[in-house]
């Protein structure tokens, strides 16, 4: 079982910048996949980046503004919102998928608002 605490969101101008902190309550070295998705009011929840080994992967629309880090020692990822417009305002979830040998568990974090107005 892994619990995941978020932090980091909140209101900001557009252009302005954030950095989003997901904390892992146990040792990510196993984590096969880590990431985050975000959900806007009345729409779908959307991948938004994520990180597994040495690959990253990102949503064409954050591509270029959105940067996603990873610190095992600390058992958290990072992910840096920079130039942010309105419609990037949503809940940001982080999850963490283990796979194994008779496993596929994904873990989500209680999510945290970013609003990006003037």
């Known amino acids: 079982q892994v619990q995941l605490v978020e932090s980091g969101g909140g209101l900001v101008q557009p252009g302005g910048s954030l950095r989003l902190s997901c904390a892992a309550s146990?040792?990510?070295?196993?984590?096969?996949?880590m990431g985050w998705y975000r959900q806007a009011p009345g729409k779908e929840r959307e991948l938004v980046a994520r990180i597994s080994g040495f690959s990253t992967d990102y949503a064409d629309s954050v591509k270029g503004r959105f940067t996603l880090s990873k610190d095992n020692a600390k058992s958290t990822v990072y992910l840096q919102l920079n130039s942010l417009k309105p419609e990037d305002t949503a809940v940001y979830y982080c999850f963490a998928r283990i796979t194994g040998p008779g496993r596929d568990d994904t873990y989500w974090g209680q999510g945290t608002q970013v609003t990006v107005s003037s």
């Open positions: 146990a040792s990510i070295f196993s984590v096969n996949v």
